[in-house]
Each structure stands twice: as structure tokens, then as C-alpha cells.
């Protein structure tokens, strides 16, 4: 990883060098403001969005980059030299910092940017962050090659928790603080408005789930809603867990879920955006009714700058989540 690193910083810095030829007669007044902007890098769309919610009509005056903007997944994405110069020159980086982000380290030590602010959401958790866990009926995950000893491996998906959020966006408006301290007293405001309206949308996840008629859900597709379903008590049984690139469920787990939907009655199987809901069909093939429905909650790692240009944020997203899980757990 380190020579990769190394081989997409050579590439960044002489694309950087070129670029600077290129525009060594432009406009001075022109550089002069571009200069001037805030650079903040971010890797996913909940941090971006937080960043603008956070930084209000500052944000206008931001370079504002997320970088898996074209919907590939955090799980298998890789920078590009052009990822790596951003991030190398930014004044803020926000990022997720689980396996997925092994890339991280190595860009970082390499940056140009020596008082750059960074957030990694998982650090920022600490003992609140949570390992992923493989439940019964879940597909095992492959074990290394070797016997090799595993270190813990952390669920990523932090952000799918509306409490998470509020700490996260907190810490994010703390570092913007520090990056552009002539608008603190802005993000301040801003940051606290954010976190009033995160408190009242974990108010209606608490009342639906304390209404609910039924409290499991089962997912026939990977489970990234660890930190969802344990914010309020809710049980959960899945084909995979959250961070697996299986795609092929076998035997014994379609046949395990199959039953559980006839155990508890359940009238709805879960799968999230985007997937081909191959594995929630043969599970509904397989129970005695035949008739479940399939319900789909958005985890937002397809969700693009297109999507934020139409009008989506964070918490519309949530939202919606809200309105999905509350059918199901009728």
C-alpha cells in the first residue's frame, strides 16, 4: 500500500507541477481568492453533508470535495492521484478510518498540508465505535490464509446512527473551527441548530421503535445497520455483515432466515439501496406464505453530488429510513 501511496503522489505532484505552468499567467487577483478558500475533503456523502450544513452560506465560499462521488462503494474504492492531491493539499479531511481506509495513513504522512485538520469518525467514537459481529444464521466470514491472528475489525457504518451523527458532526465543526477560525462563531451556531434537529429526529426513531409491534428485522443482504438497530434495542438477523463482499448466500443461511421469517411472523424482509435483492426473493421463496415484501433502507454510499444538487441531505435520507422502518416493524 505504501508504494502505492508513494507511486499516485509522484504521479499527483507532477500533474501539479504542470497545472501550475499552465496557469503561471493567469489572473493574480483570481489566484489570490482561490488561494484563499477553505479546502475541506471529505470521503463519503454523510460528511460532506455535515460539513455543509455546518459551515451554512460559508459553504459557498469552500472548495468542498467528496471523494466517492460516482456511487462506488467505500468498501472497494482506491484513490486516484487526483484523490490523493486533494487530499494531500486540504485544510480539513473528514473520513471514515476503518479497514476500508488503509489508504489513509500512508497519504497522510505524505501531505503537503502540515496543519491540516483531520477527523476520523471511528477515532472520534473510541470505545463507542463497534466491532463487527457474525450472529447465527449469518454467512462466516473467510478466514485469512496462515492461522494469522485478526485485529478487531470495525463496523464502518457509523453514520447510520442518527446519535453518532450528532457526536460526528460536533467533532467535524470543532476541527472547521480550527481550519477557519474567523468564522467559529458561525459554525458554533450552525453546528448547534444541526444538532437540534438530529436530537428530534432520534426522539421519532425512539417513538416508532417503542410503538412497534414486533422489534427484529431481518435482512436478506449484507447488514450495515449494526449501530441503527442497537441505538434502540431493535434484534436482527442477516445474510452477511456489513463490511462482506459475499454476494452468494448458501444453503443453510437462506433455509436459517427462511425459518426465522415463519418463527416470527415477520411480513417484511430488508435489503438496502441498490442491491439485486436475490438472496431477500429466495428467502421469501422459502417461507411458508410466500408473500413478504421487500423493504429497502439506504446506507447513502450511493448517494452523489447529483443527488445533493436535487436536494438531498443527511437527514432526508434518515428520514425516509424512518418511514421504511417503521413499516416494518409494524
Not at 95 to 117: C, F, I, P, R
Not at 193 to 209: G, N, R, T
Not at 271 to 287: H, V
Not at 321 to 330: D, G, P, S, Y
Request: charged letters at 30%; proline letters at 2%.
Amino acid at each position: 500500500m505504501k508504494k502505492y501511496i508513494a507511486i499516485l503522489l509522484a504521479a499527483a505532484m507532477a500533474t501539479l507541477g504542470i497545472s501550475a505552468c499552465r496557469k503561471e499567467n493567469s489572473n493574480k487577483e483570481t489566484k489570490v481568492q482561490k488561494d484563499s478558500d477553505i479546502k475541506v475533503v471529505t470521503t463519503i456523502f454523510p460528511e460532506y453533508d455535515w460539513v455543509r450544513q455546518i459551515a451554512g452560506e460559508e459553504a459557498d465560499q469552500m472548495d468542498i470535495t467528496m471523494l466517492l462521488d460516482n456511487g462506488v462503494d467505500l468498501h472497494s474504492y482506491q484513490p486516484t492521484a487526483e484523490d490523493i492531491m486533494k487530499v494531500s493539499d486540504c485544510d480539513l479531511f473528514v473520513y471514515v478510518g476503518g479497514e476500508s481506509d488503509a489508504w489513509v495513513d500512508d497519504a497522510l504522512k505524505q501531505a503537503k498540508n502540515k496543519d491540516m485538520q483531520v477527523v476520523n469518525l471511528l477515532d472520534v467514537l473510541g470505545n463507542n465505535a463497534k466491532e463487527e459481529e457474525v450472529i447465527e444464521g449469518m454467512e462466516p466470514e473467510e478466514e485469512k490464509e496462515g492461522g494469522e491472528e485478526e485485529e478487531p475489525e470495525y463496523d464502518e457504518h457509523v453514520w447510520l446512527s442518527v446519535k453518532n451523527a450528532e457526536v460526528l458532526s460536533k467533532a467535524i465543526a470543532d476541527a472547521l473551527e480550527k481550519a477557519d477560525p474567523d468564522h467559529k462563531d458561525i459554525y458554533q451556531e450552525n453546528a448547534s441548530a444541526y444538532s437540534e434537529k438530529l436530537k428530534d429526529l432520534d426522539a421519532k426513531y425512539q417513538e416508532v421503535v417503542d410503538g412497534a409491534s414486533q422489534k427484529t428485522l431481518l435482512f436478506g443482504d449484507r447488514f450495515p445497520f449494526r449501530y441503527l438497530v442497537d441505538d434502540y434495542g431493535l434484534s436482527y438477523y442477516a445474510a452477511f455483515v456489513g463490511c462482506s463482499a459475499e454476494s452468494e448466500a448458501s444453503f443453510d443461511t437462506i433455509s436459517f432466515l427462511a425459518n426465522k421469517v415463519d418463527e416470527l411472523g415477520l411480513k417484511d424482509i430488508m435489503a438496502i439501496e441498490n442491491s439485486n435483492q436475490k438472496i431477500a426473493k429466495t428467502i421469501i421463496e422459502n417461507t411458508k406464505e410466500k408473500n413478504q415484501k421487500i423493504l429497502t433502507l439506504d446506507t447513502m454510499q450511493s448517494t452523489t453530488s447529483d443527488d445533493v444538487k436535487n436536494g438531498t441531505t443527511y437527514l432526508s435520507v434518515m428520514e425516509k429510513n424512518l418511514e421504511v422502518l417503521k413499516e416494518a416493524l409494524q
